[in-house]
């Protein structure tokens, strides 16, 4: 048995009071917002091992569970921020209405068990489920999975692992306290001043039907020792989420933004809700090999290239803090890196090795 916790604090205070502009060569003035954030977390865990016993080969049987409670704390102070053109004329304005002070909690309970099957020497079954449970969502969560390790008789120096796995995507507190927080006016206006579109409130609700996301995970992994104590390794990653959390703008098209801008007439003072459902999916897929080498402790190195695809139809996060009009949110997650060859080698100076 095991219990933790941990406490975490976070201030940004700007160094002045001048207003926050955003020009096409950069920004200028001060940062619009004050913020304090505390968050705690304690969590208790329970693991037990039943003894071993022999059926079709061995087994050794594993549960446990444990509790998460996490507590969240925000009070945010925005200022106004300001939209520049080239020449420096307005051509947007967001001021910030309500209050920036919040706290939510979650509360979870999880359980699982676990099965390693020793069925020969060479073959190694692992099947599991886990139960999951939180205050947010209130919708219980079952995770199967499965793992596959085999060395086949006449290959020994060949190694072969697949998993196949259900992951539950946990509730992000910052996503669902995002309609206690402070809410956006924007207003656009075109180059004599006028208003052309807006004001605009930015609003945020949480769909009373929501599911628990979820990810499908399957891997397959060969290693094989080569001479000279070499080691290949071919691994294969499928990772696709189904079901996350997305806040989407429920407006009509023809009273949103890119419409009035290309002529509609605008709606004037209306309220953009961003809904929160379950409209979410990212999508990532790897192929990596690599070849590593370990001299006996003196030596030892890596090189390794990874060809990935990572995207999404929600890439940009919608929240007050993010003023980008996003029409289009489809494409490649900011952190996808197609191509990424990495390396690295740990010398030892003065330790007795050979090959």
Known sequence: M??????????????????????????????YASTRRDAQRSQGILNYFL??????????????GDIVRIDYQQAINRGPIEYLDGAGNLVRTIRFAGSGRLNRGNRKGETYFQDSWRVR??????A????????????????PRARLAVTPPSLEKL???????????????????????????STFYDIGGNVIYGPVTSAFTISSDLKNP??????????????????????????HLYDGFSYVNQ?????????????????????????LGNLREDHYDSAE???????????????????????????????????????ANTGALPWDTPNRLLSWAIFRPGVTSGL
Not at 128 to 143: C, K
Not at 262 to 273: H, L, S
Request: proline share 8%; hydrophobic share 40%; no cysteine.
């Open 2 to 31: 095991e219990f933790a916790g941990n406490f975490t604090h976070a201030t940004a205070i700007p160094q002045g009071s001048q207003t926050y502009e955003i020009t096409p060569d950069g920004n200028d003035g001060n940062y």
């Open 51 to 64: 003894p071993a016993f022999q059926f079709f080969g061995e087994h050794q049987l594993k549960a446990g």
């Open 121 to 126: 020497p060479w073959l190694q079954i692992e």
């Open 128 to 143: 599991g489920l886990r139960t999951e449970q939180d205050s947010v969502v209130g919708r219980p969560r079952i995770s």
């Open 159 to 185: 190694r072969i692992s697949a998993t196949i796995t259900r992951i539950s995507d946990p509730a992000n507190l910052l996503l669902f306290t995002r309609p206690l927080d402070r809410s956006a006016v």
């Open 214 to 239: 979820y990810a499908d995970v399957a891997a397959v992994t060969l290693e094989r020792e080569l001479p000279r104590e070499l080691l290949a390794r071919i691994q294969f990653l499928r990772r």
């Open 251 to 275: 407006l009509p098209a023809s009273q949103q933004v890119p419409a009035v801008l290309g002529g509609a007439p605008n709606p004037e003072p209306v309220t953009a809700d961003y809904l």
């Open 289 to 327: 090999i690599s070849l590593s080498q370990q001299l006996k402790g003196r030596l030892e190195w890596t090189v390794s290239y990874t060809r990935t695809r990572a995207v999404s139809n929600a890439v940009i996060e919608q929240s007050i803090d993010q003023p980008l009009i996003v029409t």
